[in-house]
């Protein structure tokens, strides 16, 4: 009776994980990017990331570019740059248009809003 129960719910895990990741592909460039402690505007015109179909990432913030292999689990997008540990971002929103996440970087809060290109 069990494994009957965890069927469907395995399908419906993977329908919106399909979905999600869906969601996440193309290009997303930088609208907002503010810390707790501060309210201005982190954003730069040279802070974007593009997340493809093979779940493959590439990014630039500033000067950094980067490339690697990305996840989903749960709410959270796990990010794997080349030859670098796991970045973990909490996704708060995820539409057609937008992704906004919330993440730590030496201890305080930063909240990054993305709109696709």
């Known amino acids: 009776m069990k494994k009957l129960l965890m069927l469907p719910l395995a399908l419906i895990l993977f329908t919106c994980n399909s979905e999600k990741y869906e969601l996440l592909n193309g290009k997303w460039n930088c609208h907002s990017w503010t810390i707790e402690s501060s309210e201005d505007n982190q954003c730069s015109s040279n802070v974007y990331f593009m997340f493809s179909p093979d779940k ?9 570019e980067e490339k690697g292999h990305f996840m989903l689990s749960g709410d959270k997008l796990i990010c794997t740059p080349e030859g670098k540990m796991d970045i973990g971002v909490e996704i708060n929103t995820l539409t057609q248009d937008t992704l906004r996440f919330t993440m730590s970087r030496s201890g305080q809060k930063e909240i990054v809003t993305l709109l696709k290109e």
């Open 56 to 64: 493959t990432y590439s990014s630039k913030i500033g000067s950094l």
